[in-house]
């Protein structure tokens, strides 16, 4: 058996041209260098499509979460108070993030999983007018819900305020056009949708709102001003690359281009989890979202109520057949995730039921359902969406 399948929602298995390219190594300050860093810059604002023009792709070394705490700590300013949409760990994290490096900060807080509605933000605007920004993140991969941009974009326009978006598990195959949704800047990881190895993120970032946050930033490496200042004056990372995931990541670009660009990326990920829906309940397992909040991303499950059900058994009989889960990170019931993105297609997924199938078998587990808890969790959830 060859290297698992990474069912996860980044990192994630990338091409064999992908892993390849990193084969070569690469002068921080020569010249090809430089040239590729300038391509990677212009296909990622191209992805924008029309009204990315004014925009700038600003990459930042590290994972996604500094490009997140970079984008905060340049665009928020120090006299500034964000609202931080959470319905999960990476809105919580957002906030920790302000409140570390001193922003005031409002929270939303939806828990596990609700989404945050365009109404709810428009209710707090007008009742805070304190707050010069609004923090939201796209795709939650704690439960796997795809949040509403539209209209929290719609409705933080509407107050006259700034919206920042993290869109780390979403960007390259999930569209945010600037001509529809008015944003300051979004964030992205290099292995996440686009099918990069991780070792750096990128913030495409509003020039104008650029242009406004010299001086705004709370850490000297932090600071995408200064990050994007270098690059238009010399082409160059201000401190060491990650050069060969630069190189991994330019690669995976043209694979993204080759395959028809976010449009298709998104629809091979809806293919993959509508394939991996249907047989996981075919089985017996059900979801904790409804089909409407569903991303391509990643997909929560409740945990079998069945007593001969136990996570970390069935993790690792997964992974010995080749395919490395995702657990769960809901605080109300038990449940396990399994992500779609990445190079995999419908025969991968199909392969993913089988093993899944067999491990029940194995295991002993005669049937998948949630338990009385879960399924009223599920419940609740409905309700509150349809209110």
């Known amino acids: 058996m060859g290297e698992p399948w990474l ?83 990476y809105g919580a994290r957002a906030a920790q993030m302000l409140r570390v490096m001193g922003r005031a900060v409002v929270v939303l807080d939806k828990g596990d999983y609700l989404p945050p509605r365009g109404a709810e933000v428009a209710a707090i605007l007008a009742q805070d007018p304190a707050i010069s920004h609004v923090v939201a993140i796209h795709c939650e991969t704690s439960s796997g819900i795809l949040n509403p941009l539209p209209e929290i974009a719609a409705a933080v326009a509407g107050a006259g305020r700034r919206l920042l978006i993290d869109s780390m598990s979403a960007f390259g195959a999930v569209p945010v056009l600037p001509a529809e949704i008015a944003f300051d800047a979004l964030v992205s990881s290099a292995n996440k949708c686009i099918e990069g190895v991780p070792g750096f993120g990128f913030v495409l970032v509003r020039r104008a709102a650029l242009a406004e946050a010299t001086g705004n930033a709370h850490a000297l490496c932090l600071d995408i001003a200064a990050q994007s200042a270098e690059f238009e004056r010399s082409g160059q990372w201000r401190f060491t690359p990650p050069t060969h995931a630069v190189a991994a990541f330019l690669q995976a670009l043209r694979e993204h281009e080759a395959e028809g660009g976010v449009a298709a990326r998104g629809a091979r990920y809806a293919a993959n989890r509508d394939r991996l829906v249907a047989g996981m309940r075919q089985m017996g397992f059900e979801t904790l979202l409804s089909d409407a909040w569903l991303s391509p991303v990643i997909t929560t499950f409740f945990c079998p109520a069945d007593p001969a059900f136990v996570f970390a058994d069935f993790y690792d009989r997964m992974k010995a057949k080749g395919f490395i889960l995702y657990p769960g990170k809901l605080t109300q019931v038990d449940s396990f995730r399994i992500g779609t993105i990445g190079r995999l297609d419908t025969g991968v997924i199909d392969a993913v039921l089988a093993a899944v199938r067999d491990t029940l078998a194995e295991t002993g587990v005669r049937g998948a359902a949630p338990s009385g808890a879960a399924l009223g969790e599920r419940a609740r959830f409905l309700a509150e969406v349809a209110a």
């Open 7 to 89: 069912l996860t929602p980044g990192p994630l298995s990338t091409s064999f041209a992908v892993k390849s390219a990193m084969l070569t190594d690469l002068g921080s300050w020569d010249s090809d260098f430089r040239a590729m860093t300038a391509e990677v810059r212009a296909r990622l604002v191209a992805l924008l499509g029309e009204g990315g023009e004014a925009y700038t792709c600003v990459p930042m070394q590290g994972s996604g979460s500094y490009c997140v705490e970079a984008m905060l700590g340049t665009l928020v300013p120090r006299a500034g108070r964000a609202l931080v949409l959470a319905n999960g760990a």
